[in-house]
Nanobody, 118 residues
Framework: QVQLVESGGGLVQAGGSLRLSCAAS????????MGWYRQAPGKQRELVAT???????DYADSVKGRFTISRDNAKNTVYLQMNSLKPEDTAVYYC????????????WGQGTQVTVSS
């Protein structure tokens, strides 16, 4: 059974930083691609960042240069370091795991709230 648990969300002022963590099941973490998505009220869920098992990463244009995704295989955990936060970053952030070949094998965490005040 696959379990993804996010943590690290909270309230921060614009310009501040937060680090999100996603603890994943050991059975899938080592070879699944991991990602962070976010969804603001009334908006579509959008990709924030992804990282493959080999460490290749990709980012949404809106967060490039500010956010960094990383993974620690020893801890079965993926991180999202968020710097220079803006009010428009406010959303529920979701951790995602996806099989590199069978894309339909995908899993989601329950989400963690990030609120950035101006």
């Amino acid at each position: 059974q696959v379990q993804l648990v996010e943590s690290g969300g909270g309230l921060v002022q614009a310009g501040g930083s937060l680090r999100l963590s996603c603890a994943a099941s050991a059975s899938i973490f080592s070879f699944y691609a991991m990602g962070w998505y976010r969804q603001a009220p009334g908006k579509q869920r959008e990709l924030v960042a992804t990282i493959t098992s080999g460490g290749s990463s990709d980012y949404a244009d809106s967060v490039k240069g500010r956010f960094t995704i990383s993974r620690d295989n020893a801890k079965n955990t993926v991180y999202l370091q968020m710097n220079s936060l803006k009010p428009e970053d406010t959303a529920v952030y979701y951790c995602n795991a996806r099989h590199p070949v069978y894309a339909y094998r995908t899993y989601w965490g329950q989400g963690t709230q990030v609120t950035v005040s101006s």
